[in-house]
Protein backbone atom coordinates (compact mmCIF):
# COMPACT_ATOMS: atom_id res chain seq x y z
CA UNK A 1 0.00 0.00 0.00
CA UNK A 2 1.58 3.29 -1.11
CA UNK A 3 0.87 6.19 0.87
CA UNK A 4 1.57 9.89 0.34
CA UNK A 5 4.48 11.09 2.07
CA UNK A 6 2.73 13.25 5.02
CA UNK A 7 0.88 10.07 5.66
CA UNK A 8 3.66 7.80 5.11
CA UNK A 9 5.35 10.40 7.85
CA UNK A 10 2.72 10.28 10.06
CA UNK A 11 2.12 6.44 10.28
CA UNK A 12 6.33 5.80 10.61
CA UNK A 13 5.59 7.98 14.41
CA UNK A 14 2.86 5.29 15.20
CA UNK A 15 4.56 2.38 17.49
CA UNK A 16 4.10 -0.82 16.37
CA UNK A 17 1.41 -2.52 18.01
CA UNK A 18 -0.21 0.44 19.31
CA UNK A 19 -3.79 1.08 19.84
CA UNK A 20 -4.86 4.26 17.87
CA UNK A 21 -7.87 6.58 17.32
CA UNK A 22 -7.64 8.82 14.35
CA UNK A 23 -9.68 11.61 14.20
CA UNK A 24 -11.13 13.13 11.14
CA UNK A 25 -9.57 9.61 9.21
CA UNK A 26 -11.55 10.91 5.93
CA UNK A 27 -10.97 8.12 3.76
CA UNK A 28 -8.89 5.67 6.84
CA UNK A 29 -5.90 5.47 4.81
CA UNK A 30 -3.64 5.96 7.62
CA UNK A 31 -6.22 2.74 9.52
CA UNK A 32 -5.97 0.76 7.20
CA UNK A 33 -1.92 1.42 6.55
CA UNK A 34 -1.13 0.88 10.34
CA UNK A 35 -3.37 -2.51 11.04
CA UNK A 36 -1.81 -4.10 7.92
CA UNK A 37 1.86 -2.94 8.58
CA UNK A 38 2.00 -2.25 12.41
CA UNK A 39 -0.30 -4.29 13.51
CA UNK A 40 -2.21 -2.06 15.89
CA UNK A 41 -6.04 -2.10 16.62
CA UNK A 42 -7.53 1.06 15.15
CA UNK A 43 -10.80 3.51 15.60
CA UNK A 44 -11.75 5.57 12.56
CA UNK A 45 -13.44 8.64 13.42
CA UNK A 46 -15.20 11.04 11.75
CA UNK A 47 -17.45 14.13 12.21
CA UNK A 48 -18.56 13.57 8.64
CA UNK A 49 -20.93 10.56 7.75
CA UNK A 50 -19.56 10.58 3.88
CA UNK A 51 -16.44 10.20 4.70
CA UNK A 52 -17.07 7.40 6.89
CA UNK A 53 -18.69 5.73 4.24
CA UNK A 54 -15.96 5.85 2.01
CA UNK A 55 -13.61 4.57 5.19
CA UNK A 56 -15.63 1.61 5.31
CA UNK A 57 -15.73 1.19 2.09
CA UNK A 58 -12.10 1.21 1.76
CA UNK A 59 -11.87 -1.24 4.71
CA UNK A 60 -14.51 -3.70 3.38
CA UNK A 61 -12.27 -4.15 0.08
CA UNK A 62 -9.06 -4.64 2.58
CA UNK A 63 -11.34 -7.31 4.55
CA UNK A 64 -9.93 -5.73 7.97
CA UNK A 65 -13.72 -4.65 9.31
CA UNK A 66 -12.89 -6.82 12.58
CA UNK A 67 -9.67 -4.81 13.02
CA UNK A 68 -10.60 -1.07 12.27
CA UNK A 69 -13.75 0.49 14.08
CA UNK A 70 -15.66 3.16 12.29
CA UNK A 71 -17.59 5.61 15.13
CA UNK A 72 -19.09 8.84 13.60
CA UNK A 73 -18.26 11.56 16.54
CA UNK A 74 -17.21 14.62 16.89
CA UNK A 75 -13.46 14.56 18.03
CA UNK A 76 -12.91 11.83 20.96
CA UNK A 77 -16.47 12.40 22.22
CA UNK A 78 -18.16 9.49 23.61
CA UNK A 79 -14.39 7.52 23.06
CA UNK A 80 -12.46 5.58 25.81
CA UNK A 81 -8.95 7.43 25.24
CA UNK A 82 -7.09 5.51 28.15
CA UNK A 83 -3.56 4.68 26.14
CA UNK A 84 -4.28 5.36 23.06
CA UNK A 85 -2.58 7.49 20.49
CA UNK A 86 -4.90 10.14 19.00
CA UNK A 87 -3.92 10.97 15.63
CA UNK A 88 -5.33 13.92 14.27
CA UNK A 89 -3.81 15.29 11.35
CA UNK A 90 -5.03 17.37 7.80
CA UNK A 91 -7.02 19.85 9.88
CA UNK A 92 -6.66 23.77 10.45
CA UNK A 93 -5.59 24.72 14.05
CA UNK A 94 -9.10 25.70 15.29
CA UNK A 95 -10.24 22.22 14.65
CA UNK A 96 -7.64 20.68 16.50
CA UNK A 97 -7.72 23.10 19.00
CA UNK A 98 -12.04 22.62 19.66
CA UNK A 99 -10.98 18.90 19.77
CA UNK A 100 -8.60 18.90 22.40
CA UNK A 101 -10.50 21.31 24.47
CA UNK A 102 -13.48 18.90 24.71
CA UNK A 103 -10.68 16.41 26.19
CA UNK A 104 -11.36 16.08 29.89
CA UNK A 105 -9.04 13.68 31.15
CA UNK A 106 -5.61 12.96 29.48
CA UNK A 107 -5.50 9.34 29.84
CA UNK A 108 -3.62 8.89 26.32
CA UNK A 109 -0.69 7.57 25.51
CA UNK A 110 0.29 10.00 23.09
CA UNK A 111 -0.75 12.49 20.29
CA UNK A 112 0.26 13.09 16.66
CA UNK A 113 -0.79 16.29 15.22
CA UNK A 114 -0.63 17.94 12.16
CA UNK A 115 -2.13 21.23 11.46
CA UNK A 116 -2.39 22.78 7.91
CA UNK A 117 -1.45 26.79 9.21
CA UNK A 118 -0.85 28.49 11.97
CA UNK A 119 1.32 25.92 13.66
CA UNK A 120 3.03 28.31 16.63
CA UNK A 121 -0.31 28.66 18.26
CA UNK A 122 -0.81 25.45 17.97
CA UNK A 123 2.28 24.87 20.10
CA UNK A 124 1.70 27.46 22.71
CA UNK A 125 -2.40 26.33 23.19
CA UNK A 126 -0.26 22.56 23.44
CA UNK A 127 2.35 24.35 26.06
CA UNK A 128 -0.55 25.99 28.01
CA UNK A 129 -3.00 22.65 28.02
CA UNK A 130 -0.16 20.71 29.61
CA UNK A 131 1.90 19.07 26.63
CA UNK A 132 5.34 18.46 25.68
CA UNK A 133 6.06 17.90 22.50
CA UNK A 134 8.30 15.19 22.26
CA UNK A 135 8.74 15.09 18.21
CA UNK A 136 8.74 17.02 15.73
CA UNK A 137 9.26 16.16 11.38
CA UNK A 138 9.59 18.91 8.77
CA UNK A 139 8.76 17.44 5.35
CA UNK A 140 7.80 19.09 1.59
CA UNK A 141 5.27 17.30 -0.76
CA UNK A 142 4.60 18.56 -3.94
CA UNK A 143 5.52 22.17 -3.19
CA UNK A 144 3.86 22.38 0.06
CA UNK A 145 5.37 22.27 3.75
CA UNK A 146 4.31 20.18 6.46
CA UNK A 147 5.06 19.48 9.93
CA UNK A 148 3.91 16.45 12.52
CA UNK A 149 4.13 16.52 16.16
CA UNK A 150 4.16 13.75 18.68
CA UNK A 151 3.46 15.25 21.85
CA UNK A 152 2.47 13.69 25.20
CA UNK A 153 1.22 15.02 28.71
CA UNK A 154 4.00 16.69 30.65
CA UNK A 155 5.08 20.21 31.35
CA UNK A 156 8.32 22.09 29.76
CA UNK A 157 9.10 25.82 29.40
CA UNK A 158 9.23 26.96 25.69
CA UNK A 159 10.22 30.09 24.82
CA UNK A 160 9.66 32.35 21.66
CA UNK A 161 11.73 30.78 19.21
CA UNK A 162 10.09 27.48 20.17
CA UNK A 163 6.60 28.09 19.18
CA UNK A 164 7.45 29.84 16.09
CA UNK A 165 10.35 27.15 15.05
CA UNK A 166 9.50 24.39 16.88
CA UNK A 167 11.77 22.88 19.89
CA UNK A 168 13.02 20.53 17.66
CA UNK A 169 12.59 21.22 14.20
CA UNK A 170 15.05 24.38 15.02
CA UNK A 171 17.69 22.20 16.13
CA UNK A 172 17.05 19.22 13.18
CA UNK A 173 16.45 21.62 10.31
CA UNK A 174 19.30 24.08 9.59
CA UNK A 175 17.60 24.66 6.38
CA UNK A 176 14.22 25.44 7.50
CA UNK A 177 15.74 27.88 10.51
CA UNK A 178 17.48 29.83 8.05
CA UNK A 179 14.45 30.40 5.45
CA UNK A 180 12.31 31.44 8.32
CA UNK A 181 15.48 34.09 8.89
CA UNK A 182 15.76 35.10 5.76
CA UNK A 183 11.58 35.40 5.79
CA UNK A 184 11.91 37.55 8.69
CA UNK A 185 14.48 39.65 7.37
CA UNK A 186 12.48 40.38 3.97
CA UNK A 187 9.43 41.08 6.56
CA UNK A 188 11.16 43.54 8.38
CA UNK A 189 12.67 45.51 4.77
CA UNK A 190 8.46 45.55 4.30
CA UNK A 191 7.03 47.08 7.86
CA UNK A 192 6.89 51.26 7.31
CA UNK A 193 9.25 53.33 10.12
CA UNK A 194 5.70 54.28 11.48
CA UNK A 195 4.75 50.78 12.66
CA UNK A 196 7.56 50.79 15.54
CA UNK A 197 6.08 47.91 17.79
CA UNK A 198 5.71 45.19 14.80
CA UNK A 199 9.35 46.71 13.56
CA UNK A 200 10.68 45.55 16.80
CA UNK A 201 8.80 42.73 17.55
CA UNK A 202 10.23 41.02 14.47
CA UNK A 203 13.62 42.45 14.72
CA UNK A 204 13.74 40.67 17.97
CA UNK A 205 12.66 37.52 16.62
CA UNK A 206 15.48 38.07 14.05
CA UNK A 207 18.08 38.71 16.59
CA UNK A 208 17.48 35.60 18.83
CA UNK A 209 17.49 33.39 15.86
CA UNK A 210 20.88 35.03 14.69
CA UNK A 211 21.97 34.62 18.62
CA UNK A 212 20.77 31.18 18.83
CA UNK A 213 20.69 29.37 16.03
CA UNK A 214 22.94 30.35 13.38
C1 LIG B 1 -8.66 16.91 5.12
S1 LIG B 1 -9.30 15.55 5.96
C2 LIG B 1 -7.84 14.86 6.66
C3 LIG B 1 -7.87 13.38 6.62
C4 LIG B 1 -6.67 12.67 7.25
N1 LIG B 1 -6.71 12.82 8.69
C5 LIG B 1 -5.38 13.22 6.69
O1 LIG B 1 -4.54 13.67 7.48
O2 LIG B 1 -5.19 13.16 5.48
C6 LIG B 1 -10.10 16.24 7.38
C7 LIG B 1 -11.11 15.27 7.96
O3 LIG B 1 -11.40 15.69 9.29
C8 LIG B 1 -12.77 15.56 9.51
N2 LIG B 1 -13.13 16.42 10.64
C9 LIG B 1 -13.18 17.77 10.68
N3 LIG B 1 -13.52 18.18 11.91
C10 LIG B 1 -13.71 17.07 12.66
C11 LIG B 1 -14.10 16.84 14.01
N4 LIG B 1 -14.37 17.85 14.83
N5 LIG B 1 -14.17 15.56 14.45
C12 LIG B 1 -13.91 14.53 13.63
N6 LIG B 1 -13.55 14.68 12.34
C13 LIG B 1 -13.45 15.94 11.86
C14 LIG B 1 -13.41 15.91 8.18
O4 LIG B 1 -14.72 15.41 8.07
C15 LIG B 1 -12.42 15.26 7.20
O5 LIG B 1 -12.80 13.95 6.88
Known amino acids: MKLSKRLQTICDLVEENSSIIDVGCDHALIDIYLVLYKHVTAIAADVNQNALAIAKENIRNYQLEHQIQ ?97 PIIKKKYSEYVREYWLKQKQLLEQIPEHNYDRRMQIASIIEQIEKELL
Not at 127 to 135: K, R
Request: charged letters at 25%; glycine letters at 8%; one cysteine or more.
Open 70 to 166: TVLTDGVKGLDITDKTIIICGMGTQTIIDIIKNITTYTMKEMIIQSNHDISRLRKFLAESGFTIVDEVFLKERGKSYIIMKVKVGHTVYHELDYLLG
